[in-house]
C-alpha cells in the first residue's frame, strides 16, 4: 500500500470524520489544490468531483465547467443545492466570513446540510480567521511544509519535466536522497525555484548542485533575522588534535544518517563543546556539519532578545520551530552559556531556559544540536546532564604533538608546504597556547616574510612565537578555574590532559 504524506493523511482523517467544514491555512494555493484533487480521486468509493472558487474566477472545476456563483453567498448555496457528494475548495474566504453576518449564518447551515451527505466544503487562507460562532464547527488544520513521501512525489514529477526539457538527472538513489533532504523545509514553490537555481549554470543535476540547493533554506532563514545560515565549513579531518570528539563524531555521523530507522532514544541528539577561549570549539562546530553533510545554522541570541521580533521567549520559540521545519541540520547555539540560563526563573531568561530543556528532549529527529560554551560555571545542572546532550566534552589547551598538527595545518592552508619545517623545535616555545594563538603566530611570521618580499622560513616562526603572550599566562587563574571545573563534569575532547 502506498505511504501517504503527511498533509494528505490530515485531510483523509477529516474526510473520514465526517466533518462537512475544514479550515485550511496555507499560503500555497497550487499545493492545497492538488491534495484537494487526490482527495477527490482516491478517498471515496468513486471519484468525486472538485470544484473550485475564488473572488476573480467564480466556481469552476479543473475540466473547465462552470457554476452561477460568482458572489460567496452564491458559491455557499450552490454547495448547499449540490446533488451529491463532492468537494468545494474555497479560497481566501476568510474574509466574506469576517465582513458578513449572512455568510457566517449560510455556514452554519451547511454544516447541518452537508452532513452525512458527501459534501465537503475546504476553506484556505494565508491567515488564520475563524469567527467565535463558527469556530466549533470546522475541522482546522495548518498546511506544514512537505514531509519526503510528498517531496519525493513532486521531485519524480519535475525530474520528469527538466529530463524531457534536455537536462540530465543523476538518477542514483543515495544522490536523490541527497537532494531530498537538501529540499526538506522548503514549500513546494520554494523547492521548484531551488531546483531551477542549481540548474541555471549547468545542464546536470546531480551532487554538485547541492550548495546551489542550500542556497534557497539561506534566503528563507536570512528572512527571519533570528537565525545565519553559516557557509563556511571544514573537514573535520582538518582540525588539529581532539581525536575523541572527532572519533566519537564520525561514530554517531552513522547513526544520525539512519535516523528514520532507529528509534528516537538512539539518534543522536547534539553535543556541548566547552572549553578555554581559542581552542576549537567553534571550528569544531563548523566541522560537524561537513562531517554529518548537513547545512549549518546557528540561532543569533544577540537578535532574539533585541525586541525586533517581538518578546524574546516567542521570538526563540519561532526560531527553533523554524528551524525543525528546514530539517535536516545541524543547529549551533554559541555562548550558550550568555543567552540561555535559569538566573532569572520568573524572567525572560528563565522561560527561554525552560523551553530549550523541554524542545531538546522533544524536537524532530532532524536537527543535531552543537552548543559551545566559554564561561562553563555559569550552565546549570539541567542543562549539562546526560539526556540533554549525548555528551559533553571539555576542549584543553593543546597537546604537544596536536600544537605540531594546528601549524602544519595553518601553513599548507597558505600554500605553505610544512614539510620543509622542523615544527618538532616550536614545542617547548608554544606550550600552554591555544590553536587561535598558534595560527596569530604562523600569521605574524608570513606577514614578516612577505614585507622583505620573500619565502617564510623556519627562523620567522621562531621570532614570531617570542611576540606572543599566551591566555593561559595572561589570564591564568580564569583558565585554571575553567580546568578544574570541568575536570569530573566533562569528557575530555583528547586523549589526555594538558601537563602543566
Known sequence: ?????????????????????????????????????????????????????????????????????????????????????????????????????????????????????????????????????????????????????????????????????????????????????????????????????????????????????????????????????????????????????????????????????????????????????????????KAIANCFELPLYRIDMGEIFSGRHGSPESAFARACRMLEGISPAVVWFDEIEMGITSTESAGEQGRIFAFFLTWMQEKTKGLFVAATANRIDLLPAEMIRKGRFDEVFFVDLPLDDERVDIFRIHLERRGIDASGFNLERLKRFTKGWTGAEVEQCVVAALTTARLEERELNEDDLMYATGNIVPLSKTMKEQVDHIRNWARDRALKASPSEFAT
Not at 533554506?217 to 575523541?244: A, Y
Request: hydrophobic share 40%; aromatic share 8%; glycine share 8%.
Open 1 to 285: 500500500m502506498t505511504t501517504l504524506s503527511k498533509s494528505l493523511q490530515a485531510l483523509r482523517d477529516i474526510v473520514d470524520s465526517g466533518r462537512p467544514l475544514a479550515y485550511v491555512k496555507t499560503s500555497e494555493e497550487q499545493r492545497i489544490a492538488k491534495l484537494l484533487a487526490e482527495a477527490a480521486k482516491s478517498f471515496f468509493a468513486a471519484p468525486v468531483p472538485l470544484w473550485t472558487w475564488s473572488l476573480t474566477e467564480g466556481m469552476k472545476q479543473a475540466d473547465g465547467s462552470r457554476a452561477e456563483a460568482a458572489t460567496a453567498r452564491a458559491a455557499l448555496d450552490f454547495i448547499a443545492e449540490h446533488p451529491g457528494p463532492a468537494l468545494f475548495h474555497l479560497k481566501d474566504f476568510h474574509e466574506p466570513m469576517q465582513e458578513s453576518a449572512d455568510i457566517r449564518r449560510r455556514l452554519r447551515d451547511l454544516y447541518t446540510g452537508c452532513f452525512d451527505q458527501g459534501k465537503f466544503v475546504f476553506i484556505t487562507s494565508p491567515v488564520q480567521f475563524l469567527p467565535p460562532e463558527l469556530d466549533r464547527d470546522f475541522a482546522y488544520l495548518e498546511l506544514g511544509v512537505p514531509d519526503l513521501p510528498e517531496l519525493e512525489t513532486f521531485l519524480q514529477s519535475e525530474t520528469a519535466l527538466l529530463q524531457a526539457a534536455g537536462y540530465t538527472i543523476d538518477g542514483d538513489e543515495a544522490t536523490q536522497t541527497l537532494i531530498l533532504r537538501a529540499l526538506q523545509g522548503l514549500t513546494l514553490d520554494e523547492a521548484r525555484h531551488a531546483l531551477r537555481r542549481a540548474l541555471a549554470g549547468s545542464k546536470h543535476l546531480g551532487r554538485d548542485s547541492l550548495p546551489a540547493l542550500y542556497q534557497e533554506k539561506r534566503q528563507l532563514v536570512n528572512r527571519s533575522g533570528m537565525i545565519q545560515f553559516i557557509s563556511e565549513g571544514d573537514n573535520i579531518g582538518h582540525i588539529g588534535g581532539l581525536e575523541i570528539m572527532k572519533q566519537w563524531l564520525i561514530e554517531r555521523r552513522r547513526l544520525f544518517q539512519q535516523r528514520e530507522k532507529l528509534g528516537a532514544d538512539i539518534v543522536p541528539k547534539g553535543i556541548l563543546v566547552m572549553g578555554i577561549s581559542g581552542c576549537g570549539k567553534s571550528l569544531s562546530v
